[in-house]
């Protein structure tokens, strides 16, 4: 196969790019671990992917400071924890998309009090969120629990609508279980951005 002069070009390019990419991952991980401790990191070639836990209170903050350094977060995971915790798992490369709109909408959504997350025991009157994932393409999904399937369409429909970040809630599917709580349904709903 021959080589071409563009090929030389974009070798040259690529080999003095991964250095500040490798840097920029660093500077992150670093600002992550100083602020929320223990920090899970893997290389995924093409991106990034981090796992820690924090405070819900954090999680704006955690987002922004993953989406900076010339890298730019391309998935998020946030799921509440036993221990009343956000547990985050997020993905950033180097190449921006169109996640940058998305990405301001999602954690104005996960600002505290925008939607009620699951801490403890399910309670009686509200469909409580466990888990919120996107990889910032046109829909955002949402896990929960109730013990009352209309309370879905009662009561988080409405809170989601509210927040005038997502639109169009769509029940996707719900299972039960038997729990000390009672009967919990477990709920997924897709929302459009």
Known sequence: MKKTPAFYLFATVFCLLMPLIAQANEIIRANLTEKFGQISCRDLENSYEFTF?????DIEYALNMANSNDMFVNFASVAAREDGKAAILIRVSSTRNDASRKFAMFTNFLRPGMVTWKKGA?????AVVTSVETDFGNTITLQGMTLKSSLI???LFPMIERTNELKSPFFSRGSYSDTESGRVMDFTVICQW
């Open 53 to 57: 836990s924090l405070d819900f209170s």
């Open 122 to 126: 399910v309670p009686p009157n509200m």
């Open 153 to 155: 369409f009662s009561h």
